[in-house]
């Protein structure tokens, strides 16, 4: 097999992602297992729910993943890649458990990993390994084969995840009315956490200079840069930028990651901005968060204040990204055959890690997590 389509040792890719309900009877349950272990009461999911309700219950992720799912397929079998392509979720069917158990039952021993999340955090990166490890263990209690798996590295700063944002905004701009558009600002968007979580995201080396926001706000703020150079390159205007927050949801006393984006855009308009692009960079695809809290909340706030506004699109199955995804696996593939491959990266951060270091973006209580420097086993079996 030719180097560049060698995916050995891996014999499968895992799209693993958060996982989102299908219907209005749908979205209690899944509350409850997002919310697992937090003691948050029945009538509260309800009121939360409200969100999905909007939408006739359903969120638009799973078939985002069906998309990207096939754009990987598609992608796959035109580069000559055969390599199967199986898809679970973390809350919601197809569960990853379920599809682990279907990957072993299929033969697979040696199984890399794509999370839907491209940024270092603790809910962005580590809860999907240990939700990994969850799985392994059970699949361990049933006798099962446990199979290797290995999550592949963050992808933020990857070109075939950071071009077609670029030219997210550029259409955005494009379609503001063209007398406000060269005034534009840009608003960088992504998912506000805690920010205790914030400031243990990645390694001390990750962090941003003051140390404050850890490796989750300096890499959002590497690729906002990014983005926000080659617009300038490409319009000859220089459009002024702020990375802003989206989707809180905590308890009122503790801190999370500010400004939100609705209190950007008040601040925006009372500054004599005369027009925002929302560009929500920490997303992968359009799903309930970007729906609501982008396309209905902030659009109805920027409504209220008279203030122009367009929301790019996120990448979803674009097939650049899909592009990269096999780009990835079989850099991966070749750093586990002992080779040195290129490793892309746009910005000033380079490539991230192949393995999460010990320590890094740290659980509030500590449980095993797969996939890194710190995961113990089990280890993979030989064939059923």
Known sequence: MPEQRDPRPYDALLLLSFGGPEGPDDVVPFLENVTRGRGIPRERLKEVGQHYFLFGGVSPINAQNRELLDALRKDFAENGLELPVYWGNRNWAPYLTDTLRQMVGDGHRRIAVLATSAYASYSGCRQYRENLADALAALQAEGLPVPQVDKLRHYFNH????????????????????????????????????????????TPEDHTEGGEG????????????????????????????????????????????????????????????????????????????????????????????????????????????????????????????????????????GPSHDLCPVGCCPARTPRPAAAGADWPGPVAQGPA
């Open 159 to 202: 070109p075939g995840f950071v071009r077609p944002m670029v030219d997210g905004v550029l259409a955005s701009l494009a379609v503001l009315p063209e007398g406000v558009r060269d005034g534009a600002h840009l608003a960088f968007t992504t998912h506000s956490i805690p920010t205790a979580a914030a400031d243990t995201s990645g």
């Open 214 to 349: 850890g490796a989750y706000v300096a890499q959002h703020l590497d690729v906002a840069r990014v983005i926000a150079d080659a617009v300038r390159a490409e319009t000859g205007v220089d459009h002024p930028w702020q990375l802003v927050y989206q989707s809180r949801s905590g308890a009122p006393h503790i801190p999370w990651l500010e400004p939100d984006i609705c209190d950007h855009l008040e601040e925006r308009h009372a500054a004599g901005v005369p027009a925002v692009v929302m560009a929500p960079i920490g997303f992968v695809s359009d799903h309930m968060e970007v729906k609501y809290d982008l396309d209905t909340e902030a659009t109805a706030k920027a409504a209220e204040l008279g203030l122009p506004v367009a929301r790019s699109a996120t990448v979803g199955a674009d097939p650049r990204f899909a592009a990269a995804v096999r780009e990835l696996l079989l850099e991966r593939a070749a750093t586990e055959r002992g080779h040195t491959p290129e490793r892309c990266a746009l910005g000033a951060l």
